[in-house]
């Protein structure tokens, strides 16, 4: 069946696998921002110890655990960029669903997301680079240059996004119609996407799924645990422990997507974000089953759509 699809991998239809990237990125990017309103940010301001202990998590210890699992796996050089890549990342817009159906602390999870989107696009080309001449990539071309990734990054994430709100403070009703059509398209051009990327590197994917699988899967399930036990030390609320948790260990897999393949032009650095993705939702289903599970009889959740005003 890859065989037949071979031919086409979307050039016939004049896009590449990368420019389709980049599109899906912002579909995912708007429709975030489509569900958003100014007030869902307040966590910035009213609880600072769960906000700032949610950044930290993202921002610095997930590309240290991604290093000691590099360290401890010893994958290859691919592989390896691949797991920093998406360990880099930001957190993902998927966080602040996956938080609603865990009966989590909705305005935290927002207020992380849209930080940890705004820091990463100074810190992901500066760690990256360092990486790829850590593991001595000699071509030149696999490089981020820092100015211009930063645009690429902003201009493929907080635009879109920005976009989004400001469609939801002006037409609420406009975005409310169009958060079903986007929610579809989005998940279309990712499943695109992923098809197109399996079959460039259908030659070696068996290898290196192998090769991955096993320390992604561990470095999304320590992240999560260490979310969890991050904000218990913290004597943080039950919501927002179960935000913590769904923050730290869920990264924007699409955006490492578009750096490997678009960006970095390697699809094997690729691997390890499409492993992740799967990972993410393994580990989602525990946290909203336990939380499920475990919530008291009266809780309560304010609906994850923005009312119109």
Known sequence: MIEAFDVLNFSM?????????????????????????????????????????????????????????????????????????IACCPGAATSNFITYLARGELALSISITAASGLLTI??????????????????????????????????????????????????PDLAYRLQKLVSLLSFAALLAVMYSTGVEVKSEMSKMIDIAFLPVFIMNAVMVC????????????????????????????ILAIVIAIDLLGNYLMSIPAIIYLFCMY?????????AIYSMPGDGSQEDYQPKSQ
């Open 226 to 253: 260490i979310g969890l036990m991050l904000a218990s030390v913290l004597r943080l609320q039950r919501k927002e422990i179960i935000t913590l948790g769904v923050e730290v260990g869920f990264q924007n897999y």
């Open 122 to 171: 100074f810190t992901l080309p500066v760690i990256i680079n360092t990486a790829l001449n850590f593991f001595e990539f000699a071509d030149a071309a696999i490089r981020l240059p820092i100015l211009k990734t930063i645009w690429n990054i902003a201009s493929l994430t907080a635009a879109p996004v920005f976009v989004g709100i400001v469609v939801n403070i002006i037409r």
């Open 13 to 85: 239809f004049g896009v590449n696998v990368g420019a389709f990237s980049r599109f899906a990125l912002i579909l995912i990017m708007f429709g975030m921002g489509l569900n958003l309103l100014p007030n869902h940010f307040k966590y910035i301001f009213s609880n600072s110890k769960a906000f700032m202990a949610g950044l930290f998590g993202q921002i610095i210890l997930l590309p240290l655990i991604a290093l000691i699992v590099i360290g401890i796996f010893e994958p290859s050089p691919e592989i390896s960029v691949g797991i920093l890549i």
């Open 282 to 290: 393994f580990s989602a289903s525990f946290i909203v089953g336990g």
